[in-house]
């Protein structure tokens, strides 16, 4: 790769050098001039430019976002601004930059040592892959909590009106019985009354499972597509951690006619009895599925812009 000469006397690039060395000075202490980030004697010129290029794009974020930079340990600010400046593609040259923002941003808790190692292993279409899962978790809950808040203030309306409607369902029913049984009046068959009585009373099961069912959907962890990636990437993801795989066993019974045996001729009288040799199941683990971990979550959501995954 042939290296691009800088002229490190020009005016812009002084002028984004004190951009850049005046951010920095906000992050670490002592001064970057006594530890030699940055400014050291020997470091090449490429590297250089692309570390002042995220510094800036850094400091632009933060005024963007009206981020209060904190303090970072040179731990963590040292290796970020190492791998940032190896970094070629230009998507994730500003993702260098939008993790060190939300990394020295004072309202958010995020100081994680392993993220800029992450990042500094992915290409950019691991990372799309990433993102696109992550968002598309973000959307699911957001929508899934919206119902599930919903649900909570029309439970006990829906309840009341199921009760009430299997009050009078069950009520009639009771009385037709007992006008079959006196003859007092026309036979009235209670079929479709019972009928009715059971969809209520599955609506109601219905809604009491709903609650559970919801935060269940909450939970589940994000399916990262893997139709744009090659089996040696999908690996490198696993092999970070921030992708996990998962094998699924299905089981299903064999859906060939099975023989009831009958105790005798009468047949309307008499109790079936299923052979359990006629069942066969099958059980099936050839379902391999990679999910996004907490981890991958935690990464990539440190990895966005601040409202980014609402755009």
Known sequence: MEIKKIDITST???????IAKGFVERLIYPSAEELGLLFKEGIAKWRFNRQVQTLIKTHEICKKHKINPKT?????????LEYASLEENEKLQDKWAILLANLVDSDQNIENHVFPYLLSQLSVQEFDALEDAFNKKISRVQKLTKELEEHFNSYDQIESEIDSQLANYQSELEICRRDNLSGSKPYRNPQSIQEKIDELKNRKKNLIQKKPRIEKDINEAELVTSKNLRNFEISNLIRLGIVKEVVHSYGYIDSKKINVNKANSFDQYCEDYIDLGDVSVTIEKDVVENELTELGELFVKACQEKGEVNK
């Open 12 to 18: 812009s690039l002084e002028k984004g050098i004190d």
């Open 72 to 80: 970072i340990s040179t731990k963590l600010l040292y290796p970020l």
